[in-house]
């Protein structure tokens, strides 16, 4: 069987996992991006916080079963990766104008599938013994991760170098090649690169691209 060619635009988060996730699978993959190094656009901007205890409890079930399985899914590749994919401190803290808000936020999260305790001011003092004036109640979420998100784009960056990939950073692309009404490679400084199909993962820096 042929193997298939895929180039994924953009070295961000998204990018550098489509990367990562295709290279391991066995496709031929070309990584380009603008920037000299990898999660240096949108994505160095994120929080990295892998988390459903921030978002609203009431959004569509699909959706926060996909948040539930995403944080599972992070735990499942930092393991993969040795820890080194995640911030070693796990979990994480919120609480409302007052106990009965956060009662209210953590039963609701609770009721939607998320792991989810009530802590008072002792055990939060505990946790985060910087915090100046701890609340009386908080709610706690042992399973949240958080990810430095450039550092975890380097990591998948380099998995996929190893992988087989391609990596070409400092290459901005300048259009899409189509043919007919699929995607046939990038346009570069350099020349155009030929492939199977293009992902396009370069978040806010995407423009309207030139087809040829």
């Known amino acids: 069987m042929t193997q298939k060619h895929v180039i994924v635009v953009g070295a961000g988060i998204v990018g550098a996992m489509t990367a990562f996730r295709l290279a391991t699978d066995g496709a031929r993959v070309t990584l380009v991006d603008a ?17 459903c205890a921030a978002g609203d409890p009431d959004i569509a079930a699909a959706e926060y079963e996909r948040r539930l399985r995403a944080i599972g899914d992070y735990a499942s590749l930092d393991r993969h990766f040795g820890g080194r994919l ?50 009386p109640l908080a709610a ?10 450039s550092q975890a784009c380097a990591l998948l960056v380099q998995a996929a170098r190893e992988a087989g990939a391609a990596i070409m950073l400092g290459q901005p692309v300048l259009g899409i090649e189509t043919k007919g009404a699929r995607a046939s490679g ?18 806010a820096t995407v423009r309207r691209w030139s087809r040829s």
């Open 35 to 51: 920037q000299p190094a990898p999660g240096r656009g949108v994505s160095a901007a994120s929080f990295g916080w892998i988390t």
């Open 86 to 135: 995640c911030v070693p401190v796990r979990g994480a803290l919120l609480w409302g104008d007052d106990a009965a808000d956060t009662r209210d936020w953590a039963r609701r999260h609770e009721d939607r599938g998320s792991d989810v305790r009530l802590v008072d001011a002792a055990e939060i003092a505990r946790m985060e013994p910087l915090l100046a004036a701890p609340p």
């Open 140 to 149: 706690w979420f042992p399973r949240e991760r958080t990810i430095d998100v």
């Open 186 to 203: 990038v346009r570069l400084a350099t020349g155009v690169i030929a492939a199977d199909g293009v992902v396009v993962a370069a978040g």
